[in-house]
């Protein structure tokens, strides 16, 4: 049974390469989903496969690794309902 996790992700994450990161993060993981820049600034990442490697992609949003600056994240953990194909910046 596949996990997906959506992240909401705030702080300075827009403009500095934060969704591609993802994105590279989440491809090295196996997850697919996507990234989408939110109008009030924040990021929101969906991604979708086991849950030890959703989990691993929640610990790297929340580190200190990434571009820009992440000032808070928040999570909720649901089943897959639908497929997705591939992991996309939007």
């Known amino acids: 049974m ?11 994450v827009q403009g500095v390469g934060f969704r ?7 491809l090295e993981l ?6 989408k820049n939110q109008p009030d ?8 496969g086991p849950r030890e ?5 929640l610990e790297l949003l929340r580190g200190t690794s990434t571009p820009g600056t992440v000032d808070n994240v928040v999570w909720d953990w649901s ?3 639908e497929p997705i194909q591939g992991f996309v910046e939007r």
């Open 30 to 35: 196996g997850l697919t989903g996507y990234a």
């Open 20 to 26: 591609w990161w993802t994105r590279a993060r989440a």
């Open 41 to 48: 600034g924040r990021v929101l990442v969906v991604a979708q």
């Open 2 to 12: 596949s996990t997906r996790l959506t992240a909401w992700v705030h702080g300075q």
């Open 53 to 57: 490697s959703c989990a691993a992609l």
């Open 79 to 81: 089943e897959a309902a």
